[in-house]
């Protein structure tokens, strides 16, 4: 055998060898899942499961503490309630999540394109948070009345700020080495911003994002309690009203099941759009 052939076996049975320790990618994947979700799964399995075995020990009445048990059951039952509500939710969600996603993108870049705007904005940005939207909200539906317009423009007022603050952020924190080569190279103002500027953003607005996604469905609720015809929030008022404590639980679920699938969705979208990202921060914590 000459030095070639002994030196290409060689390298098969390292690769051979490699394959049999990393083991398939998808086996990797799943270990990977275990790892990351299990221990939060089990605190959640965990904590239902002394919910339930209190509530029975103790003999709660349900319109007080209902079990989880309980609840499964009465959603199930109230299912076709909840379906049209649901969707009236999702609808003000989506329609307030698009305007916030406008209005937030649009104050970032006008934040960004000077520091005197900077000045002049940022400040009215972060004084709009301080007024309760609880106190808005009977306002809205004052001057627009009852239809779905005053839900979306809460959902729009609890999800823009996160977005516009987090994008302008990134947008300030673009590679000034980049930047520099790019002006050295003859490139005008909106081509350095299309591609170093934003592209160096989107990590900061993917984190705005899924702030504003956890606070999306809330906020269409907060809208309905003051008032609506229909939505999750009505739903939990007309149940509260009869003392269907158990219902009113069943839509909490429903409405935080809305936001974890929404906020999955998004990380999914993040991890698609922004696989350079993900690399580089996996390679930096195995060199921790």
């Known amino acids: 055998m000459n030095s070639e052939e002994s030196q290409e076996t060689s390298g098969q049975g390292r690769n051979s060898l490699l394959t049999t320790q990393t083991g398939p990618s ?29 509530t029975w020990l103790m003999q709660i009445p349900k319109w007080l503490l209902p079990s989880p048990a309980q609840i499964v059951v009465a959603g199930f039952e109230a299912r076709e309630l909840l379906g049209p509500h649901t969707w009236q939710t999702l609808k003000e969600t989506w329609l307030g999540l698009g305007l916030a ?38 306002l ?15 959902v729009a007022l609890v999800c823009f700020f996160p977005i516009a603050v987090s994008t302008a952020d990134g947008l300030r924190v673009a590679d000034p ?24 953003a989107l990590p900061s607005f993917f984190s705005g994002l899924k702030i ?35 219902r009113v639980f069943a839509a909490i679920a429903v409405t935080s099941l809305l936001s974890i699938l929404m906020f999955a969705v998004v990380m999914l979208l993040e991890r698609s759009l922004l696989p350079w990202y993900y690399a580089h921060r996996e390679e930096v914590w195995e060199d921790v």
């Open 140 to 154: 809205l539906i004052i001057w627009f009345g009852y239809g779905i317009l005053p839900k979306v423009i809460v």
């Open 26 to 54: 998808w086996l990797g994947g799943g270990l990977r899942f275990v790892r990351l979700y299990a221990p939060p799964l089990m605190l959640i399995l965990l904590l239902l499961a002394a919910w339930q075995l209190g």
């Open 177 to 200: 080495d980049l930047i520099a080569l790019l002006r050295a190279m003859g490139a005008k103002r909106r081509q350095v911003f299309l591609k170093v500027r934003v592209p160096g």
């Open 212 to 246: 504003a996604i956890t606070y999306s469905v809330v906020g269409a609720v907060i809208g309905e309690w003051v008032g609506a015809s229909r939505g999750l929030g009505i739903f939990m008022i007309r149940s509260s009203k009869n003392f269907l404590t158990d």
């Open 101 to 138: 996603l406008v209005v937030g993108l649009s104050l970032a870049v006008v934040v960004d394109s000077s520091s005197l705007l900077r000045r002049t904005v940022y400040p009215l940005l972060v004084t709009s948070q301080t007024v309760p939207v609880l106190a808005l909200a009977p």
